[in-house]
């Protein structure tokens, strides 16, 4: 009898050694003569526990891990492949709590599915979105989309169908979609998840956007640092492509939409979206002043539909359930689900895909059990390098873009960092000004000339100069309220947040501080 | 000067992309990818099919951090040093690779070994993460460092 083996191909677990397992598993089965199904699945996210081995039992599928390839021959020995005890063996895969206690609606597929396999692909309920919004009308694809209140997933959280509205009225001979996939921000990688682990869930999610809109050329911008997120994605698209759901006549609808694999090249900057516009039209990756907005100029002077990948990924489900299904899930504007990514200093770093509302509180501890190291936690950081260092005293707030942003905080890509009491808060603000130095595009004064002073201040104040602290605030506020764009006006998030919560790390009295 | 075969090489790559929208930076790619590297004498040919100036095409080579002015050693080392990185000791990590390949990054003095900082391979929930010759590793320390980068090294 054959049986059924899943070991994940997502670049976290090759990294921790998936590829080896692997390897070892088929040559063991071929010694042993047992005949073996070995299918290469995404993460199920939960990353302490990579490389996660799924069997396949009559009770479901029985999960291994952390597996190394030294493991097998003990594995096999046990018999684990009927899901036999182990001390590796972590129960039902869908019954461990990290997982049953999420909310996951993107992320349902991940680590259950063969990424490149289009059967399973439709077998999950793949390209139901697809299939139904074929059969609206393109204003009717926009409403629901409207309805759902589906906003951006990149950061500025602006709702995505006002977007799609405004390219669908826009008159032109071409438009284009464009999905953002330069997922440069440290603590995230729902995006790389997401392109190496159901890709065609993204397919799907941009055709949608261009039939809602009239694009029919589309562009995922991948960043270079993810080479096996670039090979999955363009692997995804031919496969696509050959079986007719891209190209001339999508499903026989008459439809069209090409779509297109482009690698970026290594610049922070170019997460931002008239940066990357630039970076696609083959030059330098310089912000863009607005207006005129891309939705009505965008890619080479034409309306064009920019998301993220977690945006574009979160439509098939909208069209496949309906807005009101999608909407429900969430608190107050902030609706839906986000997938966190937690990560950095703490026992059980991984992927939680919940509604929001959720607190910090309750991601660090219920799901991450706390810091790695076992010291006390000391400073979060939500939403990447330009997002603030949350203190004790707001871990308890819902998750909720409104929520934080009262108390300046934003919760951007979903990122958490967190960071143990040996962490230096000052340090760590250096490190946020002087990679704005590194990554400003230079095209505004207060980025690329602020950044630099911001961190020759900072070196005056951490060597006792406390006027220092007075240049500082007034530097970040030039910053915050003169730059071009979000890289130079938030790095005044990391700065200001650990200068007012962690003054002490400046050798500074917490009295003197100012809490904004 | 470029080699005969390296100035084809640009010329047939450039070739097959240019008409592409945007070609210039996959132009810029397809030739990394094979040489390694964007010589600067090739500058001049990339601008001229792409009806640019040199300097243009130069602004643009030298505004990415991917792309790479000369070879890299044989063995390419690089190290993450974000955030979700650095809370898990990916400075002392830095530090270390810098003392035992002797050199603060760049290309070591033997011309062996060519290390390099990255910000953020996606891999922060395992950190700290590295890259080994294209291969990812995650969870690294010193002692993980020392081998992994022996075992690479043997193998060259």
Redesign the interface.
């Given at each position: 009898m054959s049986f059924k083996i899943y070991v994940p191909r997502d670049s976290a677990a090759v990294a921790l050694g998936a590829d080896e397992v692997a390897a070892a598993l088929l040559a063991q089965a071929q010694q042993r003569g047992l005949e073996m199904d070995l299918v290469r699945n995404s993460s199920r996210g939960l990353f302490w526990l990579e490389p996660l081995v799924e069997v396949q039992t009559p009770a479901g599928r029985v999960a291994y891990g952390p597996v190394t390839a030294e493991d097998v021959t003990g594995l096999l020995d046990a018999q684990f492949h009927t899901g036999a005890d182990h001390r590796l063996k972590q129960g039902l895969v869908d019954e461990i709590p990290y997982l049953k206690q999420q909310e996951r609606l993107t992320f349902a597929r991940m680590g259950v599915t063969d990424p490149l396999s289009l059967a399973d692909y439709e077998a999950h309920a793949g390209f139901a979105g697809l299939r139904r919004a074929l059969t609206l009308d393109a204003s009717v694809v926009v409403q629901q989309v409207l309805d759902s209140g589906l906003r951006g997933r990149g950061g500025a959280a602006f709702p995505a169908g006002i977007k799609w509205k405004t390219v669908a009225a826009a008159q032109a001979a071409q438009k284009y979609v464009v999905c953002n996939a330069d997922e440069g921000d440290s603590g995230t990688y729902s995006d790389r998840m997401t392109l190496e682990g159901d890709p065609f869930m993204l397919i799907e999610g941009m055709t949608i956007a261009a039939i809602a809109t009239g694009a029919t050329q589309g562009y995922v911008y991948i960043r270079s640092e993810y080479p096996h997120a670039v090979a999955t994605m363009r692997e995804a698209i031919d496969k696509a492509t050959a079986a007719g759901f891209l190209g001339a006549d999508i499903l026989q609808s008459g439809k069209t939409f090409h779509l297109e694999v482009r690698k970026a090249a290594g610049a922070y900057v170019c997460g931002e979206e008239t940066a990357m516009l630039e970076s696609m039209e083959g030059k330098r990756g310089v912000v863009r002043a607005k207006p005129p907005i891309p939705a009505l100029q965008g890619l080479f002077g034409q309306p064009t539909v920019i998301n993220n990948v977690i945006t574009l990924a979160s439509v098939p489900i909208i069209l496949a359930r309906g807005a009101d299904f999608y909407k429900h899930y969430g608190v107050g504007r902030s609706h839906g689900t986000l997938p966190f990514q937690l990560t950095g200093n703490v026992k059980r770093g991984g992927l939680i895909e919940k509604a929001f509302g959720v607190t910090l509180r309750q991601l660090m501890f219920d799901f991450g059990g706390g810091s790695a190291s076992g010291r006390p936690i000391k400073a979060v950081q939500v939403g990447g390098p330009l997002g603030a260092y949350v203190p004790e005293c707001y871990w308890d707030l819902p998750l909720d873009y409104e929520a934080y942003a009262a108390v300046g905080i934003t919760v951007g890509h979903g990122g958490i960092v967190v960071h143990d009491d040996t962490a230096d808060l000052s340090r760590l603000a250096r490190y946020a000004m002087e990679f704005c130095a590194i990554e400003s595009c230079g095209k505004c004064t207060p980025c690329r000339i602020g950044s630099t002073r911001g961190v020759e201040v900072m070196d005056r104040l951490k060597n006792g100069d406390h006027q220092a602290e007075v240049l500082l605030r007034d530097l970040c506020d030039t910053m915050l309220h003169g730059s071009l764009c979000a890289l130079g006006g938030m790095t005044s998030n990391p700065v200001l947040s650990a200068l007012n919560y962690y003054p002490q790390d400046f050798g500074l009295a917490a009295s003197v501080a100012k809490v904004v | 000067m470029l080699t005969e075969t390296t100035r084809q090489t640009v010329q047939h790559l450039v070739a097959a992309q240019k008409h592409v929208?945007?070609?210039?930076?996959?132009i810029?790619?397809d030739i990394q990818d094979a040489l390694g590297y964007i010589p600067a004498q090739a500058l001049g040919n990339i601008a001229q099919a792409?009806n640019l100036s040199r300097a243009?095409v130069h602004?643009?080579v030298s505004?990415?951090?991917?792309?790479r002015h000369e070879p890299a050693a044989a063995q390419v080392v690089q190290i993450c040093r974000?955030?979700?990185?650095?809370?898990?000791g990916a400075e002392a990590l830095w530090a270390h690779a810098c003392s035992r390949l002797q050199t603060q990054g760049g290309t070591s003095a033997d011309g062996a070994v060519t290390l390099e900082p990255?910000?953020?391979?996606?891999?922060?929930?395992?950190?700290p993460?590295m890259v080994v010759d294209?291969k990812?590793?995650?969870?690294v320390d010193a002692d993980k460092f020392d081998r992994l980068v022996a075992a690479a090294g043997s193998a060259a």
């Open positions: - | 929208p945007g070609a210039l930076l996959p810029l790619h792409l243009e602004g643009v505004f990415y951090h991917f792309f974000a955030e979700a990185c650095q809370s898990m990255v910000y953020c391979l996606g891999l922060c929930s395992s950190s993460a294209d990812l590793h995650a969870r």
